[in-house]
């Protein structure tokens, strides 16, 4: 039994996503949220950097005495998750091993799939882990443009059906039978990739995955909280009105006194 809250960091406000299913799963436990929205994408930027900003996130949400860190960005999960377990002696998990694993689980055929932002697909991570786990057919594809659409709350018309139509292309016709959404952005799309994938594709939420893995951690480790008041705090880099409304949107209620906005520069760190 452990109160200490749970630090969840993310590039932005998609980690919200996250947030939600760790929240579904563990109400109890005291979670801080960190969206970086003043730097805000990683997905466009060099592997050094995203670690340091990773580094620096980790560093705040450590000064909040957080009792784990779970990475709810998939590109930080790809380039960061590494480092930041050699240099921190606490429980950090990355949202993209969780996916891997519900993939082995849930995929019969074991052609898989796997969609997210340019540098997750470029670092091969999803691939190295899927291969690692025993996949020898993966489908892999960047699909840049679901982030503003979801971030414009376009997920279900006209513009989000023709966009998603022209990326999952490679996976329909029994091409997979699972598909990772390797994005924090991604699930909130899902009504619309499962509509053109069909029932015959699985759609593989980390955000769920990763959810049920924390779960799973902390009663391994003792560290679970079953008596707490599930109390929440959100911090963002960026003007925090951003975040009220689009925060809002992705977690489908109101952060109004719960939002704060936090300051990394005294978390620099050299690396
Ligand atoms: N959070 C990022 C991810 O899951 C998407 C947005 C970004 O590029 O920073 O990869």
Redesign the pocket.
Known sequence: MDERPIGIF???I??LTVLHEIGVLLPRENLIYLGDTAR?????KSIETVVRYSVENTRFLLSKDVKAVVI?????SATAVDFLRSEYDLPVLG?IEAGVEEARRRSRTGKIGVI??S??IQSGKYEALLRKSGFTQIISAACPLF?PLAEEGWTDNKVAEDVARTYLEPFGNGAVDALIL????YPLLENVIGRILGDGVSLINSAKAIAAKLKERLAATGLQNESGAGERLYFFTDSVERARTVGGRFLGENLENRIRLADLSEFAHPI
Do not use: E
């Open positions: 993310d590039s932005g998609g980690g805000v994408p990683y997905g466009t709810a960005c998939n590109t930080a949202v997210g932002t540098a997750t982030v390797g994005c924090t952005h």
